[in-house]
T-cell receptor, first 110, second 115 residues
């Protein structure tokens, strides 16, 4: 079964707006990672946040992690048309296995 | 570094044939993961391998599917006697070590179509 579950499933925003998506997980984790997938392509790693971290930034990306609630959020600021993609969270468990959620489809309208 | 290479990118097989999917990890990476993705869905874990060893195959169907990662050469995901339900995108990822805080690098995937 999938470890993470993103919420919402689909998001449509105007260019320049911020996009926020959430992910929840069920078991203990070592880290949580966010990936992007453009249609028909492979996954690109965006950012990794460790279980002892609460917030991390990378360019226009901001990730938070709340281990007490077993949830994470990904914020994309000042979105661009090129940000249109599916975004997946993935958690790494003690067995080094990377388990993915179902993904968020984000559409940025120019 | 060429990144994770998967081939073929597209594979068409008739029902009952065998499908062989290849994955060459990034240089220096000894850990390989295989995932399956159905349309509009997330990635489902299939198998995790280290050179010459299967570490975790809990996501592999019990029959017809097998995977290997030999000492030399690419990792192979083999599907025998394919059925229409095997049609999906199969992604391979590699990482350099078992370490908890290492990211995985993905290939572009192989899209298998069973006709």
């Amino acid at each position: 079964s999938q470890q993470g579950e993103e919420d919402p499933q689909a998001l449509s925003i105007q260019e320049g707006e911020n996009a926020t998506m959430n992910c929840s997980y069920k078991t203990s984790i070592n880290n949580l990672q966010w990936y992007r997938q453009n249609s028909g392509r492979g996954l690109v790693h965006l950012i990794l946040i460790r279980s002892n971290e609460r917030e991390k930034h990378s360019g226009r990306l901001r990730v938070t992690l709340d281990t007490s609630k077993k949830s994470s959020s990904l914020l994309i600021t000042a979105s661009r048309a090129a940000d249109t993609a599916s975004y997946f969270c993935a958690t790494k468990d003690g067995n080094n296995r990377l388990a993915f959620g179902k993904g968020n489809q984000v559409v940025v309208i120019p | 570094n060429a990144g994770v290479m998967q081939n073929p990118r597209h594979l068409v097989r008739r029902r009952g044939q065998e499908a062989r999917l290849r994955c060459s990890p990034m240089k220096g990476h000894s850990h390989v993961y295989w995932y399956r993705q159905l349309p509009e869905e997330g990635l489902k874990f299939m198998v995790y391998l280290q050179k010459e060893n299967i570490i975790d195959e809990s996501g592999m169907p019990k029959e017809r599917f097998s995977a290997e990662f030999p000492k030399e050469g690419p990792s192979i995901l083999r599907i025998q006697q394919v059925v229409r339900g095997d049609s999906a995108a199969y992604f391979c990822a590699s990482s350099p070590r078992r370490g908890d805080n290492t990211e995985a690098f993905f290939g572009q995937g192989t899209r298998l179509t069973v006709v």
